[in-house]
């Protein structure tokens, strides 16, 4: 099947070198750009992308108020793309707030060409980009710094079994699916539903939240080793 991604971003020669590498690949079609948020939502209604690349600081509309238009659309918008988010800087309010908001992951603008194309591949998948560790301390730096107001996340913790518990802490401390199951000796297809089961009892769509609901809920803490 073919990915269909839409790219946002102030710059004509980033929206025209990512185009040119992501339309080279076979599984891969670009279908449109933008070159702001306001004009990225316009584009991704009318295109229907799989996938859209949205820049962060943006004139017109900045890139976290178009996420949240396109995570969270008004009622009667039935399409929902993923948001992979783009940044210069690997600590920024926005990406935080766009994870928090429902986007996939986020990329560095100097990221080598493979790891753009593999991480539209990933977020295509239904998977959060959440493998660089710069994620990670992210997530930790703007939960330390500035705690987003909750809803007693850690009574909801209560509806996990110990085993989940267990689950999701790892998620949070950066593992892999594969690094997840050697931890605990489980197979892989246990932990993937296992996964499954935490993010559907906690109302969260991906891991990216997960990692987010589980710092918030105080499961673990900014400075934690993996």
């Known amino acids: ?95 935080y707030e766009a994870l928090r908001a429902g986007a996939s992951g986020f990329l560095l603008k100097d990221a080598p060409p493979a790891d753009l194309i593999a991480a539209v591949r990933v977020v295509a998948s239904g998977e959060a980009l959440l493998a660089p560790s710069v994620t990670r301390r992210l997530i930790a730096d703007f939960v330390q710094r500035r705690p987003a107001p909750r809803k007693d996340p ?35 297809q246990t932990v993937k539903t296992h996964i499954g089961r935490v993010l559907g009892k906690l109302d969260l769509r991906d891991r990216a939240q997960a990692v987010i609901f589980a710092y918030e809920a105080g499961l673990v803490r900014p400075g934690d080793g993996a």
């Not at 025209?16 to 209604?45: K, N, T």
């Not at 509806?159 to 518990?165: F, M």
């Not at 401390?173 to 000796?185: K, T, Y």
């Open 1 to 95: 099947m073919t990915i269909r991604v839409i790219i946002v971003d102030d710059q004509a020669m980033v929206r025209a070198g990512f185009a040119a590498l992501l339309s080279a690949q076979a599984d891969i079609d670009v279908v449109g750009e933008a070159p702001d948020g306001r004009r990225g939502i316009e584009v991704a209604r009318a295109a229907h992308p799989d996938v859209v690349l949205m820049d962060v600081r943006m004139p017109e509309m900045d890139g976290l108020t178009a996420a949240r238009a396109l995570l969270e659309p008004a009622p009667g918008v039935v399409h929902r793309p993923k948001v992979l988010m783009l940044t210069t800087f690997d600590i920024d309010d926005y990406v």
């Open 154 to 188: 850690a009574l909801r913790l209560n509806g996990l079994t110990p085993r989940e518990t267990e689950v999701l802490e790892l998620i949070a401390r950066g593992l892999s699916n594969q690094e997840i199951a050697g931890h605990l000796v489980l197979a892989e």
